[in-house]
């Protein structure tokens, strides 16, 4: 099946710090990446929705100006997360959608993963 | 906000028992998915069914879909500990100009030998 990535798994910075973290599409394009934050023992909330070469459409109530999402290539995104704070420590996880094959559903495929620690 | 609704939030069974958990949703779907999480990882997809089917079945899981009621079930059948996650229902629903996944609240499964 298709593999999605993330880089890194798990990181810890200091206050004030940015933070890169990095989603990629190892065996498939994605025409499609979303950026998910899952607080613990909490659901996954749908943080943005980025498509390759145009900006990212973020969900209500998401900083823009906080997390920065860069989808440069049908192969992937990033996600920065800017200026952290002790409360932007959270389980982030990305996911891809393949290119349309057609119908009304193409599936989506999620990264591992990355956590993040502010101290 | 337009996540669904999970029940129940947590449920305790013994080995062999099966698991039944429900979700709820709130807009029209193209399709329900069900995925799980062990603590701390990343998700794991279980299953899907369109919003034309009602029924399916994968191994010991089955699904079912209403969408007049717009509730979906998650049966897992003869439970092993290693069954023990959070499940997570998701609406794939066309929202904002692209498809969306929308999670539910999830379901903490507890398997115990």
């Known amino acids: 099946g298709a593999v999605v990535s993330q880089h890194p798994s798990r990181v810890i910075c200091k206050s004030g710090t940015s933070v890169k973290i990095e989603c990629r599409s190892l065996?498939?394009?994605?025409?499609?990446m979303f950026w998910y934050r899952q607080f613990p023992k909490q659901s996954l909330m749908l943080m943005a929705t980025?498509?390759?070469?145009?900006?990212?459409?973020?969900e209500q109530g998401v900083e823009k100006d906080k997390f920065l999402i860069n989808h440069a290539s049908l192969t992937l995104s990033t996600l920065t997360v800017t200026s952290a704070h002790p409360e932007d420590s959270s389980f982030y996880i990305c996911?891809?959608?393949?290119?349309?094959?057609?119908?009304?559903?193409?599936?989506?495929?999620f990264g591992p993963g990355t956590r993040l620690t502010v101290l | 906000s337009q996540q669904g609704e999970e029940d129940p939030q947590a449920l305790s069974i013994q080995e062999g028992e099966n698991a039944t958990m429900n979700c709820s949703y709130k807009?029209?779907?193209?399709?329900l998915q069900w995925y799980r999480q062990n603590s701390g990882r990343g998700l794991v997809h279980l299953i899907l069914?369109?919003?034309?089917?009602r029924e399916k079945h994968s191994g010991r899981l089955r699904v079912t879909l209403d969408t007049s009621k717009k509730s979906s079930s998650l049966l897992i059948t003869a439970s092993r500990a290693a069954d023990t996650a959070s499940y997570f229902c998701?609406?794939?629903?066309?929202?904002?100009?692209?498809?969306?996944?929308?999670f539910g609240t999830g379901t903490q499964l507890k398997v115990e030998l």
């Open positions: 980025s498509n390759e070469g145009s900006k990212a459409t973020y």
């Open positions: 998701a609406t794939d629903a066309f929202a904002g100009g692209g498809n969306k996944l929308t």
């Open positions: 069914i369109r919003s034309n089917e």
């Open positions: 807009t029209s779907i193209n399709n």
């Open positions: 065996d498939f394009q994605a025409t499609t």
């Open positions: 996911s891809a959608r393949d290119l349309p094959s057609g119908g009304a559903y193409n599936e989506q495929f």
